[in-house]
Each structure stands twice: as structure tokens, then as C-alpha cells.
């Protein structure tokens, strides 16, 4: 399995949290939900870190069962449609958003 994560690195204008966060759920995730071969999203919202860690104010992961999928959303025109409105987000986000690939082995805790 694959998974694909966007990293927003740096951090949510002051006084914006709540606003931010109620745009991604309510604009964001039904287009995230979209994506062909989408098997599960997460969005996951920065806590705490490390003294000296960067800062994410979010992480999304989308997770899908090979490489095959990956490409057949990144060509999607939903994907698009996704881009231009992260572009409305990232008016309340000061910092930098990345993507990483990951091939995920998952274990049961004993």
C-alpha cells in the first residue's frame, strides 16, 4: 500500500484556526473523498512537537493500494478542482506545503 502525504509546514494565522479547519472538513475532505483508487483519508491537525521540531499545522494522508492508483488520481480532474481550492486555504497559512510517498507496512502491537 501507498500512502500520500501532504505536509503543511509552518503555521495557521492567528485567530484563524477554527476557520481553517472548518474549511478543510467542509471543502476539502468531500473533494479529498473523490480522489480514483482513494481508500482512506486522514487528516491529522498539529498538536505539539519536539523543542526544536518544525512546525505542521496539518498532514493529509491518503492511502491507496499501489502506484497504479497514485498516478490514475494525480491525473484526475478532481485533483485539480482539489488544487484550486487549497489555493482559498492557504490565504489563512503562512509556510509551505510538500508531498511525500510512503510505502506502508502495517503490524498489529503485541
Not at 478543510?24 to 468531500?30: D, I, Q, R, S
Not at 483519508?41 to 499501489?66: C, K, Q, S
Not at 482559498?88 to 498489529?108: D, I, P
Amino acid at each position: 500500500m501507498i500512502i500520500r502525504y501532504a505536509l503543511f509546514e509552518g503555521e495557521i494565522h492567528a485567530g484563524m484556526e477554527e476557520e481553517f479547519r472548518a474549511f478543510v472538513k467542509e471543502k476539502l475532505v468531500p473533494l479529498w473523498t473523490r480522489f480514483p483508487g482513494a481508500e482512506e483519508i486522514r487528516v491529522l491537525d498539529g498538536l505539539d512537537r519536539d523543542e526544536g521540531a518544525p512546525v505542521y499545522a496539518m498532514a493529509l494522508a491518503i492511502r491507496y493500494p499501489d502506484m497504479a492508483a497514485v498516478e490514475q488520481a494525480l491525473a484526475s480532474d478532481v485533483r485539480v478542482e482539489s488544487r484550486a481550492v487549497t489555493g482559498e486555504l492557504l490565504k489563512m497559512f503562512t509556510g509551505k506545503v510538500h508531498h511525500h510517498l510512503f510505502s506502508a507496512n502495517e503490524y498489529a502491537p503485541a
